[in-house]
T-cell receptor
Framework: DAGVIQSPRHEVTEMGQEVTLRCKPI?????LFWYRQTMMRGLELLIY????????DSGMPEDRFSAKMPNASFSTLKIQPSEPRDSAVYFC????????????????FGSGTRLTVV | DAKTTQPTSMDCAEGRAANLPCNHS???????VYWYRQIHSQGPQYIIH???NNETNEMASLIITEDRKSSTLILPHATLRDTAVYYC???????????????FGQGTTLQVKP
């Protein structure tokens, strides 16, 4: 199993440009999560999907951020337009099912995309 | 939903057991305790989880107090590669807005020293 695959590993872009981050979850997992990590704010949950449907996007910071999951094997996180304060490491994670208080499944995280907006 | 409290940092000698405490006094009856760690510049890694009983796997042991208000993660023989930030997380009280989500706190930075 290749694990959760994220691309690109590093992205440097200019302010105002559109940025698209990609994630391939583990085959068979039906829940997918996008996190953002900065020194100041730590790991923040942005959005999560269950069976390709967005369940909770309350962590998405602004309308500039959008996420899609067109099928069970692919998700994107898009920032348009990007700003310097969006610079962070973005992690994607997947699990077999969402934690429900009685869950027995942990998340598997990808290696992250380090985004730098200049 | 359980708020967890962990020490900011800890040191441990290589080869010795590392005991990482976590307080979760507001945890609900069927809310699990999860432990993850994050080695520098990598994604968080699942370690172990538990509800009431103590748990052990190839990575660590989890000791949960009988009243479930606190737990301890034990790395039996710490190595330099165990240096990481360790997160203790409640799984979210069923029916709450946090059900199904892992909300990370600041964690404990464990430094294993030679």
């Amino acid at each position: 199993d290749a694990g959760v695959i994220q691309s690109p590993r590093h992205e440097v872009t200019e302010m105002g440009q559109e940025v698209t981050l990609r994630c391939k979850p583990i085959s068979g997992h039906n829940s997918l999560f996008w996190y953002r990590q900065t020194m100041m704010r730590g790991l923040e949950l942005l959005i999560y999907f269950n069976n390709n449907v967005p369940i909770d996007d309350s962590g998405m910071p602004e309308d500039r951020f959008s996420a899609k999951m067109p099928n069970a094997s692919f998700s994107t996180l898009k920032i348009q337009p990007s700003e310097p304060r969006d610079s962070a490491v973005y992690f994607c994670a997947s699990s077999l099912k969402p934690l429900a208080g009685v869950g027995n499944y942990g998340y598997t995280f990808g290696s992250g995309t380090r985004l730098t907006v200049v | 939903d359980a708020k967890t409290t962990q020490p900011t940092s800890m040191d441990c000698a290589e080869g010795r057991a590392a005991n990482l405490p976590c307080n979760h006094s507001t945890i609900s009856g069927n809310e699990y305790v999860y432990w993850y760690r994050q080695i520098h510049s990598q994604g968080p890694q699942y370690i172990i989880h538990g509800l009431k009983n103590n748990e052990t796997n190839e990575m660590a042991s989890l000791i949960i107090t009988e009243d479930r208000k606190s737990s301890t993660l034990i790395l039996p023989h710490a190595t330099l590669r165990d240096t990481a930030v360790y997160y203790c997380i409640g799984s979210g009280r069923p029916g709450s807005s946090n059900t199904g989500k892992l909300i990370f706190g600041q964690g404990t930075t464990l430094q294993v020293k030679p």
